[in-house]
């Protein structure tokens, strides 16, 4: 009772002095804030669009929760296309989004053995490589190939989310040698049917191959890759759904810090941007976790994919320079 009385009396305070970092924050980089806006064309004072920002990162923290996707895969096209902002700076705060995010769920997620580290340092060891050298690409293509490139991915993950269908707990019969040796397997608790589920990998070598991919794709278009491990290691590899969901939470806190690093090195993480992202996206999903039991999940999986559908067309457009 003394913790959510705590929680709840800390989080004003706590919004308070965000908001105070990213006015001081503002008031150092004003001007060059300024500067790029005028140059996209944005009309109105500088500090309207992070506000406008942290109001619109609440609503899609919200979406985001009752659809069971990552912030980041809904922020990267929606910003990109309705914010006056460049793509390369939508991009390294879409990452920190996504990270931070993955930093809050991964310790409780170990906690409860819904995340396996014996799982995830393989996989995060590909992942987070050829995140550096997705990310690497992203900034040295011309920003209308990224955004061709990013449409087309998003119109992707949305037949993706709307054929997928996910298996709890999909049976195993034959564990591989690539699994056995790197020691893929353990066991859950599942605390709504009550039951211990023991877990073992199969087709571990084009599951692995396959987060090469995956981790390229994360780096350039910092979209994170919840959307894109899940299926790989639930449908691919044979990993029950809640410990596949888990563990790629948690691989999002490895992965996406390695390519947040060059997007930081290259001056694309705006604080103007990025702190009102994580807050607003961290309160509309406190708002969101809350609305959960009343929502229907299948309207809101239909939406999310409408949205996603719509972003992705208008990215693709933007690219190739009609929209």
Known sequence: MKRQIFFKAGLPVLAAALLVAVYALAAQNDAVVADALNQAGASGPWWMWPLILLF?????GIIAVLAGVGGG???VPLVSGFFPFHLDFVRGAGLMVALAGALAAGPGLLKRNLASLRLALPVALIASTCAIVGAMIGLALPTNVVQIALGTTILFIAILILKSKNVAVPEVKNP?????ALGMNGVYFDASSGKEYAWKTHRTLPGLLMFIIIGVMAGMFGLGAGWANVPVLNLM??????????TS????????TSAAWVYLNQGCVIPLMAIPSIVGLMFGSFV???LLAKA???FIRYMVIGVLLFAGAKALLKGLGIG
């Open 73 to 75: 895969v809904l922020y």
């Open 176 to 180: 591989d040698a690539v699994g056995i």
């Open 288 to 290: 969101g976790v809350r």
């Open 296 to 298: 229907k999940p299948k």
């Open 237 to 246: 590899m044979g990993v029950p759904l809640k410990v596949a969901v888990g």
């Open 249 to 256: 939470k948690f691989l999002l806190s490895i992965t996406d």
């Open 56 to 60: 619109f990162c609440f609503i899609l």
